[in-house]
């Protein structure tokens, strides 16, 4: 197990270990997933996308509120 402290801002610094095992480098966005009291954090390299991909469909409502926080987020 490693751990992180977590600054005034918010901010942790991901473990040499762990970036190095999940290719994880400056710039990589990652994923931040609350279930109950843990937070996962996904890489979203290509990978994560080839495993997800299709699971949407093209024309389901998730999809479409997904792309719609992303207008909003690019509006920001």
Sequence with gaps: METAVVTSKGQIVIPVKIRRKLGIKSGSKVALIEQGDKIIMQPLDKEYFNKIAGILGEKGKML?????DKKKEREL
Excluded: I, Q, V
């Design 64 to 68: 479409k509120s997904l792309m719609e």
